[in-house]
DNA sequence: TTCATGTGTAAGTTGAGACTGACAGGTGAA
DNA sequence: TTCACCTGTCAGTCTCAACTTACACATGAA
């Protein structure tokens, strides 16, 4: 897995780091399943189940695609995506390095991009 | 860094996925620091700041101890704690085995210590 | 004594994420 | 037509972590 600036890196942890979305993970390594089916293995409302499949997606940590079944239903499948991350501070400091690359490479001069006060006073 | 139950591992991710926390190591990374002078540089204030170490010391991230320094005034220093910790769908299921094994251990018959309903519906 | 430095904590506010319930829409089968 | 499935989303509530302000208490130096 290729290495992560710190804003991917923290979407990937905040995205792991949670109860219900290690159980999701848990459960999908079994293999592929359709959100009410996953919904019902886990005993958690289907909104919810979305909202952290949502979460999990933006991360790059599960795939969701639809597909049609035999009998003509319409399925949200998710299957887990392959992942595998170092963490360790090295990691932390190369995101952060990686940072100050982007800036570099998007904005002309790397002004405050996430903080609107540039440097903390 | 050995093998962490799902408990461990949230602790440590839930820790770790947090972009304040995430400046507090980088900081850190740096050399030791004492609190006062670690929310000084963050621009963090010192109550907001030891709710953070309390976190990353319980996920065995940081490592706290107070000191006397030359003209007596108590200080109390925080230094990283080395951490290394693979994050991959094995390492996920290890933790749930783990959780089993540790119920098999402590409990008599591994009844529901996170989840209250056992298995679910 | 007062100031500047530090630790430690209690009490309150706030804001985001987690969660629920209800809806609208689609399909095929009885 | 009704039922049993499914997807997708909205509008709320609720809970908890995050954050602020304020305090009590030490020390050494001016």
Do not use: C, W
């Not at 979305?50 to 599960?62: D, I, P, S, T, W």
């Not at 998710?78 to 940072?99: G, H, K, S, W, Y």
């Not at 570099?104 to 405050?112: F, L, N």
């Amino acid at each position: 897995m290729q290495a992560m600036n710190s804003e991917e890196l923290l979407a990937f942890l905040a995205a792991v780091g949670h109860a219900q979305r290690l159980r999701i993970i848990k459960e999908l390594a079994t293999g592929t399943l359709y959100v009410s089916e996953l919904a019902r293995r886990l005993g958690v409302s289907r909104p919810l189940l979305y909202m952290h499949l949502e979460r999990l997606e933006k991360a790059g940590l599960v795939i969701g695609r639809l597909e049609l079944s035999d009998d003509g239903k319409a399925l949200k499948y998710f299957e887990l995506a392959p992942f595998d991350v170092q963490l360790n501070v090295d990691t932390i400091l190369t995101a952060a390095r990686l940072d100050g690359a982007d800036a570099q490479r998007d904005g002309s001069g790397e002004a405050g991009k996430h903080s609107p006060k540039g440097t903390p006073q």
